[in-house]
């Protein structure tokens, strides 16, 4: 008998309903009875990580040690595969100026292939598919969803899987607010590293009504992309992927 498929899903997103988008994504993992999942709120137990066959992270501004980055790029390097979701590569800074991506944790962005700078309010936006011929795409339509639209910089061979479009000026507390190139903003990518690969997904922006705190004391829940189907079966077929299966 086969032995099972071990995925490690980190989820701890600040300002998000981490507990949403956590059961959300058990259920999803629950679906495909070959995976057994264990959960944490960090990336501190990199020894189990290690074991794990496949990551998903669902994060934001959760900040790895010197020793976890290093031990979360080892992990990909060596032929596993991480599903790093929505903010997985945010890390904010408040300062006097407004919001601002820190720009420490090289290594760990660079491992992801991105870092978060800024995004406008959130908003209905269309997604296009930028390579048919990608399995985790393949036979998928253009789309529409109501998301936070990510700005990002890149680093490394990256291959666009959906992308949208965004040019303008926006106020929405971060400093970078103006972005007046007319180029593709991913949605989704691989990153190759070593033997192994990351898949970028930065839909999935979830909010209930305590998690805005202390910026805002009570929020309006938000589900965004989590009611799309598409983007449910977006995340199916990165699971299967992560765990090899397709």
């Not at 690969?197 to 829940?221: F, N, S």
């Amino acid at each position: 008998m086969p032995e099972p498929i071990q995925a490690y899903l980190v989820a701890n997103a600040r300002f998000h309903d981490t507990d949403f988008a956590r059961l959300s994504l058990l259920q999803l993992l629950a679906e495909i009875p070959e995976i057994r999942t264990r959960v944490a709120d960090s990336f501190a137990n990199t020894e189990a990580i290690a074991k794990a066959d496949f990551l998903i992270t669902y994060t934001c501004d959760l900040r790895p040690s010197e020793v976890e980055e290093h031990a979360l790029r080892d992990f990909v390097s060596s032929g596993k595969r991480w599903i790093a979701l929505h903010g997985t590569n945010a890390m904010l800074d408040f300062t006097a100026k407004g919001l601002q991506c820190s720009r420490d944790h090289t290594i760990f962005m660079e491992t992801l292939g991105s870092r978060f700078i800024s995004h406008p309010p959130a908003q209905p936006y269309k997604v296009t598919v930028s390579d048919p011929d990608h399995p985790l795409v393949a036979g998928m339509e253009s789309f529409e969803t109501t998301d936070e639209l990510y700005l990002c910089e890149y680093y490394g061979e990256v291959r666009p899987l959906l992308e949208t479009r965004y040019t303008g000026t926006f106020d929405s507390g971060y400093v970078e607010n103006e972005w007046l190139d007319d180029e593709p903003r991913l949605v989704a990518y691989t990153h190759p590293v070593g033997d192994g690969e990351v898949l970028y997904i930065t839909l999935g922006h979830c909010c209930g009504q305590y998690d805005m705190r202390p910026i805002q004391e009570v929020a309006e829940v938000v589900r965004g992309s989590w009611d799309n189907p598409v983007f449910i079966d977006l995340l199916k077929r990165a699971l299967s992927w992560g765990a090899g299966i397709s």
